[in-house]
């Protein structure tokens, strides 16, 4: 089955600072990339995702780059802020099939 | 937007009881999933389903059942409650090649 690993486990960034969070998958058959941010309580809601067509997308202050022949894709998040403090999961799955996720990032932004 | 509602926030329960944990999707998904959640080890794939009446094991399918009798409802059981079975679970559904919706999860102690 597929395998996805995601680092680092913790991440601390100065508010207004870039957070970068990589992640890699073992099957490339993989097609399709998400990305979750679970807050304190709560369960994960998807912020981003990529499909295995497209290298790049962006949605205001976060983007996702993907590279097919490495087997890794990455979330950026710009200028930061503490409402961006949350754990965040990647995740990555064949159409239709199940979704393997990562093991997650603790992200602190520090005021 | 999607709605995925697990019946209880929080639930404790003592060594060898049958525990039933509930999950209730809105939109009319096909599948319906069954996580738990632990501390450096992401979410783990107990069973899914594709379709009512139809089940298929995860990855750790061991010592949990599950039952889904309509297309919106989606049950985890645990036949004899363990203290190793403390975690947080979490329920998702989906279409086919869309990104999974999460409910808050039910944080079960097992006492």
């Known amino acids: 089955g597929e395998n996805v690993e995601q680092h680092p486990s913790t991440l601390s960034v100065q508010e207004g600072d870039s957070a970068v969070i990589k992640c890699t998958y073992s099957?490339?058959?993989?097609?399709?990339f998400p990305w979750y941010k679970q807050e304190l309580g709560k369960g994960p809601q998807l912020i981003i995702d990529i499909r295995s067509n497209v290298g790049e997308k962006k949605d205001q202050r976060i983007a996702v780059t993907l590279n097919k022949t490495a087997k890794h894709f990455s979330l950026h998040i710009t200028e930061t802020q503490p409402e961006d403090s949350a754990v965040y999961f990647c995740a990555a799955s064949k159409t239709g099939n199940q979704f393997y996720f990562g093991t997650g990032t603790s992200l602190t932004v520090i005021p | 937007d999607v709605k995925v509602t697990q019946s209880s926030r929080y639930l404790v329960k003592r060594t060898g009881e049958k525990v039933f944990l509930e999950c209730v999707q809105d939109m009319d998904h096909e599948n319906m999933f069954w996580y738990r959640q632990d501390p450096g080890l992401g979410l783990r794939l107990i069973y899914f389903?594709?379709?009512?009446?139809?089940?298929e094991k995860g990855d750790i399918p061991e010592g949990y059942s599950v039952s889904r009798e309509k297309k919106e409802r989606f049950s985890l059981i645990l036949e004899s409650a363990s203290t190793n079975q403390t975690s947080m679970y979490l329920c998702a559904s989906d279409l086919r090649g869309q990104p999974q919706h999460f409910g808050d999860g039910t944080r079960l102690s097992i006492l």
């Open positions: 389903s594709y379709d009512v009446k139809m089940k």
């Open positions: 099957d490339s058959a993989s097609n399709y």
